[in-house]
């Protein structure tokens, strides 16, 4: 019998990370013989840690909470995506033995909208809550979807002007902070700060969500987040949470390490009743 191939995702916290059963349902799924494991690793350990998973025979990683940036530093090379996110969520061992670093997190929120709730990007007025690691790395990839606008509001208004400056020669992009809202209506919100793990909300004003417009919260969890109630409290016509996104992102993952790709829509849905 073949020895599986090892993979594994290191974060501080980990412990509430759907990773490892997501990915054991991919391996089902696809008949992939691997191991997926969470291993709590904090910033101050990260880089000893990644080489010795490595020299271990590990094939591959994912990073997340706080330790995408240190990825994004750490990998020998570099995607397209990775260079614009400025951030790292999966490492690959190449052939010739350096460290792939790829972010698919742009990727599994723009796969998510699109494929699985046929929400389209295409001339729609976009807007993005928060100004993190999470933003950074859905601008591109949102953008390559050629939106009307996309505005990105953030509590530290700098840093959401920052971003944008960044980004302005893929499209129409602004940033402002929350008051600067008022008056103006958006197709889709996408919460992309981390107030809903607080169980707060971002200060916006009503009758920002235009008509048929859908909200998206990136942070997800066993009940509806405060983000998604208020959604549906504001007649969005759909207000969604980040699994989808969660399970399009590990997807990628797993298509760069193991080549095939495996059916998220029945896992997605697997993971809302074995998982909730
Ligand atoms: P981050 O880099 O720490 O950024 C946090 C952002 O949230 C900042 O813009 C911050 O504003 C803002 N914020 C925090 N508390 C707030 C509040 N009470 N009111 C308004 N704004 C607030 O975090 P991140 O990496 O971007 O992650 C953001 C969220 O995305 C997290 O909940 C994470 O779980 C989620 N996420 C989900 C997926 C997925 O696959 N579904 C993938 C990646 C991330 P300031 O700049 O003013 O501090």
Same mark, same amino acid.
């Given at each position: #019998?073949?020895?599986?191939?090892?993979?594994? /995702?290191?974060?501080?916290?980990?412990?509430?990370?759907?990773?490892?059963?997501?990915? %054991?349902?991919?391996?089902?799924?696809? +008949?992939?013989? #691997?191991?997926? %494991?969470?291993?709590? /690793? @904090?910033?101050?350990?990260?880089?000893?840690?990644?080489?010795?998973?490595?020299?271990?025979?590990?094939?591959?990683?994912?990073?997340?909470?706080?330790?995408?940036?240190?990825?994004?530093?750490?990998?020998?090379?570099?995607?397209? *995506?990775?260079?614009? $996110?400025?951030? /790292?969520?999966?490492?690959?061992?190449?052939?010739?033995?350096?460290?792939?670093?790829? &972010?698919?997190? @742009?990727?599994?929120?723009?796969?998510?909208?699109?494929? &699985?709730?046929?929400?389209? !990007?295409?001339?729609?007025?976009?807007?993005?809550?928060?100004? @993190?690691? $999470?933003?950074?790395?859905?601008?591109?990839?949102?953008?390559?979807?050629?939106?009307?606008?996309?505005?990105?509001? &953030?509590?530290?208004?700098?840093?959401?002007?920052?971003?944008?400056?960044?980004?302005?020669?893929?499209?129409?992009?602004? @940033?402002?902070?929350?008051?600067?809202?008022?008056?103006?209506?958006?197709?889709?919100?996408?919460?992309?700060?981390?107030?809903?793990?607080?169980?707060?909300?971002?200060?916006?004003?009503?009758?920002?969500?235009?008509?048929?417009?859908?909200?998206?919260?990136?942070?997800?969890?066993?009940?509806?987040?405060?983000?998604?109630?208020?959604?549906?409290? %504001?007649?969005?016509?759909?207000? !969604?949470?980040? !699994?989808? #996104?969660?399970?399009? +992102?590990?997807?990628?993952?797993?298509?760069?390490?193991?080549? /095939? *790709?495996?059916?998220?829509?029945?896992?997605? $849905?697997?993971?809302? %009743?074995?998982?909730?």
């Amino acid at each position: #019998m073949s020895i599986p191939d090892f993979y594994a /995702v290191f974060g501080q916290p980990i412990h509430h990370s759907k990773s490892p059963q997501i990915h %054991q349902l991919f391996a089902q799924n696809t +008949q992939q013989i #691997m191991e997926y %494991q969470a291993q709590e /690793v @904090g910033a101050d350990i990260f880089a000893k840690s990644v080489v010795d998973f490595f020299e271990k025979g590990g094939k591959g990683l994912n990073c997340t909470l706080p330790l995408k940036e240190l990825a994004f530093k750490f990998a020998s090379n570099l995607s397209p *995506r990775a260079q614009c $996110a400025k951030a /790292v969520n999966t490492l690959i061992l190449q052939k010739n033995g350096q460290i792939l670093g790829d &972010n698919t997190d @742009g990727y599994g929120l723009v796969t998510d909208l699109l494929k &699985n709730h046929g929400i389209a !990007l295409k001339h729609k007025r976009i807007l993005i809550l928060g100004a @993190g690691g $999470a933003s950074r790395g859905i601008i591109h990839p949102i953008m390559q979807q050629i939106p009307e606008k996309v505005v990105i509001a &953030n509590r530290t208004i700098e840093k959401a002007i920052a971003l944008a400056l960044e980004f302005k020669k893929l499209g129409t992009i602004e @940033g402002c902070g929350f008051d600067d809202l008022k008056g103006q209506s958006f197709d889709l919100i996408l919460n992309a700060t981390s107030a809903s793990l607080s169980g707060k909300l971002p200060p916006l004003p009503n009758n920002i969500i235009a008509e048929k417009g859908c909200c998206y919260d990136l942070s997800y969890g066993s009940e509806p987040t405060i983000f998604v109630r208020w959604g549906l409290e %504001q007649n969005a016509h759909k207000s !969604l949470d980040g !699994l989808g #996104m969660l399970v399009e +992102q590990a997807a990628e993952a797993f298509y760069l390490w193991r080549g /095939v *790709r495996p059916n998220t829509q029945s896992i997605i $849905a697997l993971l809302k %009743q074995k998982y909730p």
